[in-house]
């Protein structure tokens, strides 16, 4: 299963709300993840089952979609916010794919 | 807590053996409900999942990969190893090693090591 993710770049500013896209190339229902990447730093999961918060996390983050197309949506973008997002298939697990990645960056 | 860390040497030659190692503590590799994967990243991008291994010793690999990956586990030295055949500089990359929660309908990667730096090159 292939996943797709746009923009590949997505200039923003602080407070805007920002929506990024993750595609699969087959139905996978719920089983989208999200991660948030720093630079020199390892991932971490934001979101699970396409809409659950990790622990922890801002609820300013917000997951949704079901089957191929998922969202996620990072409401009112703070400053620790500008990282590279990855989506992360699990329908087909124990195997994996991640999508490409999107980089929020400053505007 | 959990925590992951992986060691391993920074450079190898094309055509070399790479073994990496995670150890692991605050949770037992034991456990029938934690995995541990190895994911990849080449500089600047994306993440590419290689393998997996669970507490009943099933493995996992990514299939454009089966045939240069092994992966292994000493539980009671709670560490995963990684080795990878006929290395080439495209296998350049930060090797990460995760913990897999099998207790998600969403299996996900919910704690990771900070990763290392594998450069090949001659």
């Known amino acids: 299963i292939q996943m797709t993710q746009s923009p590949s770049s997505l200039p923003a500013s602080v407070g805007d709300r920002v929506t990024l896209t993750c595609r699969a190339s087959?139905?996978?229902?719920?089983?989208l993840n999200w991660y948030q990447q720093k630079p020199g730093k390892a991932p971490k999961v934001l979101i699970y089952g396409a809409s659950s918060l990790q622990s922890g996390v801002p609820s300013r983050f917000i997951g949704s979609g079901f089957g191929t197309d998922f969202t996620l949506t990072i409401n009112s973008l703070q400053p620790e916010d500008f990282a590279t997002y990855f989506c992360?298939?699990?329908?087909?697990?124990?195997?994996?794919?991640f999508g490409q990645g999107t980089k929020v960056e400053v505007k | 807590q959990a925590a992951l860390k992986e060691s391993g040497p920074v450079l190898v030659k094309p055509t070399e053996t790479l073994t990496l190692t995670c150890t692991v503590s605050g949770f037992s590799l034991s456990s029938s409900r934690m995995g541990v994967s190895w994911i990849r990243q080449p500089p600047g991008k994306a993440l590419e999942w290689l393998a997996n291994?669970?507490?009943?010793?099933?493995?996992s690999y990514n299939p454009s990969l089966t045939n240069r990956l092994t992966i292994s586990k000493d539980t009671s030295k709670s560490q995963v190893f990684l080795k990878m055949t006929n290395m080439d500089p495209v296998d350049t990359a930060t090797y990460f090693c995760a913990r897999i929660d099998l207790g998600y309908a969403s299996v996900h990667f919910d704690s990771w090591g900070q990763g290392t730096l594998v450069a090949v090159s001659s």
């Open positions: 087959q139905s996978i229902g719920y089983y």
């Open positions: 992360q298939q699990s329908f087909t697990k124990p195997t994996f794919t």
């Open positions: 291994i669970f507490s009943n010793d099933e493995e």
